[in-house]
Nanobody
Framework: VQLQASGGGLVQAGGSLRLSCAAS????????MGWYRQAPGKQRELVAT???????DYADSVKERFTISRDNAKNTVYLEGDVLRPEDTAVYYC??????????????WGKGTQVTVSS
């Protein structure tokens, strides 16, 4: 299983970002896909997740600014963010994991992509 993230880079405060992550090596239609981030000196934290049915969950810090979506046919998850803030600076990781009702647990991580928001 491989997760290949793209997007990110340097963005000015108030700007936008679009990240994508393509999963390969299996079929992930039933899996939960999501984005996490880790800022320097901080623990990795949830940004947003989306179920196979399209139900999204967001961290309070990104609600109303970020949108997660997925394309099941392409095994790809997207993250769009607007009105970026310097505190959004972090390495963003995509994740694919089995839903709670699955009989076993799987979780896969991408390598991460840097997002830097300049003030």
């Amino acid at each position: 299983v491989q997760l290949q993230a793209s997007g990110g880079g340097l963005v000015q405060a108030g700007g936008s970002l679009r990240l994508s992550c393509a999963a390969s090596g299996s079929t992930f239609t039933s899996y939960v896909m999501g984005w996490y981030r880790q800022a320097p000196g901080k623990q990795r934290e949830l940004v947003a997740t989306i179920t196979s049915g399209g139900t999204a969950d967001y961290a309070d810090s990104v609600k109303e600014r970020f949108t997660i979506s997925r394309d099941n046919a392409k095994n790809t998850v997207y993250l769009e963010g607007d009105v970026l803030r310097p505190e959004d600076t972090a390495v963003y990781y995509c994740n694919v994991k089995t839903p709670r009702w699955y009989p076993h647990r799987e979780s896969y991580w991408g390598k991460g992509t840097q997002v830097t928001v300049s003030s």
